[in-house]
């Protein structure tokens, strides 16, 4: 983490380092403006003149900045200041699902609001012609009130025409070992429906 405590980005005073990811670095931060704590995400210093980083966190700012709904971490603004570019996004309070799966396995009470919420949270994104691809745990907030919130659109992709994505491949969600939802597997342990086949009657 490379931002110190303290410094400033635009209106912004870096609080504290909240974490890292494969695009950015997460700050609390306060905005002195609106006298209101928020997240600070920027580029590592070692990409901040990669011209395709920054896209990408221009990418996820767009994207943002596209849906508005309770399930979905919201952005408040885009900052360039002093060198680097940031998204200022929402504050949320609370730990990952990642957090909590490490007590244990969810009871079904409390795995059915989660799930029902990410579900929502999805549709509204599906329904703006843009899927997530990266959807695991690590990326979903719980609030103590019982919100759930998805998190880091950073690699997010719009739908084309045909309602597919334009290369599956890419999306990290097919590749990457880690557990995901919605659909998505490590590549072990597959869940699967039970066969249809016809039904055979009593002789």
């Given at each position: 983490m490379m931002v110190a405590s303290g410094s400033r980005l635009g209106p912004y005073e870096i609080l504290s380092p909240l974490g890292a990811g494969g695009i950015g670095e997460v700050y609390r931060a306060r905005d002195t403006n609106l006298n209101r704590e928020v997240?600070?995400?920027?580029?590592?210093?070692?990409?901040?003149?990669?011209?395709?980083?920054?896209?990408?966190?221009?990418?996820?700012?767009?994207?943002?900045?596209?849906?508005?709904?309770?399930?979905i971490a919201a952005i408040y603004g885009f900052e360039q200041s002093n060198g680097v570019t940031a998204l200022v996004l929402e504050l949320v309070?609370?730990?990952?699902?990642?957090?909590?799966?490490?007590?244990?396995?969810?009871?079904?009470d409390e795995a059915?609001?989660?799930?029902?919420?990410i579900a929502v949270a999805l549709e509204a994104a599906h329904?703006?012609?843009?899927?997530h691809r990266d959807l695991k745990p690590a990326n979903i907030k719980l609030r103590p009130d019982?919100?759930?919130k998805v998190?880091?659109?950073?690699l997010a992709k719009s739908l084309e025409r045909t309602g597919l994505p334009s290369d599956l491949t890419e999306s990290p969600t097919v590749l990457s070992p880690a557990p995901t939802l919605a659909?998505?597997?490590?590549?072990?342990?597959?869940?699967?429906?039970?066969?249809?086949?016809?039904r055979q009657g009593r002789r």
């Amino acid at each position: 983490m490379m931002v110190a405590s303290g410094s400033r980005l635009g209106p912004y005073e870096i609080l504290s380092p909240l974490g890292a990811g494969g695009i950015g670095e997460v700050y609390r931060a306060r905005d002195t403006n609106l006298n209101r704590e928020v997240a600070i995400k920027v580029l590592p210093e070692t990409y901040r003149v990669d011209l395709d980083r920054l896209a990408r966190l221009r990418h996820e700012a767009q994207v943002l900045a596209s849906l508005n709904h309770p399930n979905i971490a919201a952005i408040y603004g885009f900052e360039q200041s002093n060198g680097v570019t940031a998204l200022v996004l929402e504050l949320v309070e609370g730990p990952t699902l990642a957090d909590r799966l490490e007590q244990g396995p969810l009871a079904v009470d409390e795995a059915l609001p989660i799930s029902c919420q990410i579900a929502v949270a999805l549709e509204a994104a599906h329904d703006r012609g843009i899927i997530h691809r990266d959807l695991k745990p690590a990326n979903i907030k719980l609030r103590p009130d019982g919100t759930v919130k998805v998190l880091d659109f950073g690699l997010a992709k719009s739908l084309e025409r045909t309602g597919l994505p334009s290369d599956l491949t890419e999306s990290p969600t097919v590749l990457s070992p880690a557990p995901t939802l919605a659909g998505g597997h490590s590549g072990h342990g597959r869940v699967h429906g039970p066969r249809a086949g016809p039904r055979q009657g009593r002789r």
